[in-house]
């Protein structure tokens, strides 16, 4: 059945390691999302993808995350040096951009935690 | 400011039991107002989805409502099970952009 993949389900590093997490969205989907979750914090939007191109990514740290796409099939998120304040859930969603109440539809998330 | 605003921010309540989850959000101009379960370990999932015409919404047990005019929403969950122990998240999208304001969530534990 038809669902985001997200890899890898759990990630321990040190800090100032590179850290990059990958997204398979949903196949025929436009929009993908990057959320971080904190039990302080709640869900964050971090990045905005539609058709492959950034529309938003001002809720990212610009100095140390990127996001990217190199094909419709995946996205990346990439935290480069990692720091302990990094750790959160990471989740990704795809959804149909132009379809009625256009859906977010959630991966499983990345656990990140920087050490 | 966009704001959404979640009560209470936990409830226990033993199972075969109903509660009722509430919503109260600021966002303009509105769009649309979804609710979704998130399992611990999980990524939400959605229930419901309402737009401004919508005042209720059905999925199986669970039942929303919206007032567009006092910018509330309700989540009635009824004859509760123990799957149901989950946090439940209000999400309105403003109908400018793609935006999604999230509230903090109801975490609910249903006791056996």
């Known amino acids: 059945d038809a669902r985001v993949t997200q890899t890898p389900r759990h990630k321990v590093t040190e800090m100032g390691q590179e850290v990059t997490m990958r997204c398979q969205p949903i196949?025929?989907?436009?929009?993908v999302f990057w959320y971080r979750q904190t039990m302080m914090q709640g869900l964050e939007l971090l990045a905005y993808?539609?058709?492959?191109?950034?529309?938003?990514d001002s809720g990212m740290p610009k100095d140390r995350f990127s996001a990217e796409m190199p094909d419709a099939t995946l996205a990346t998120l990439k935290i480069q040096p990692s720091e302990p304040r990094d750790s959160a859930v990471y989740f990704c969603?795809?959804?149909?951009?132009?379809?009625?109440?256009?859906?977010?539809?959630f991966g499983q998330g990345t656990r990140l935690t920087v050490v | 400011k966009n704001q959404v605003e979640q009560s209470p921010q936990s409830l226990i309540i033993l199972e075969g039991k109903n509660c009722t989850l509430q919503c109260n959000y600021t966002v303009s101009p509105f769009s649309n107002l979804r609710w979704y379960k998130q399992d611990t370990g999980r990524g939400p999932v959605s229930l419901t989805i309402m737009t401004f015409s919508e005042n209720t919404k059905s999925n199986g047990r669970y039942t929303a409502t919206l007032d567009a005019d006092t910018k509330q929403s309700s989540l009635h969950i009824t004859a509760s099970q123990l799957s149901d122990s989950a946090s439940y998240i209000c999400?309105?999208?403003?109908?400018?952009?793609?935006?999604?304001?999230w509230g903090a969530g109801t975490k609910l534990i249903i006791k056996p």
């Open positions: 999400v309105v999208s403003a109908q400018s952009n793609y935006q999604l304001i």
């Open positions: 969603a795809s959804g149909l951009r132009g379809a009625k109440n256009t859906e977010a539809f």
């Open positions: 993808f539609r058709n492959r191109a950034p529309l938003d």
């Open positions: 196949l025929g989907h436009n929009t």
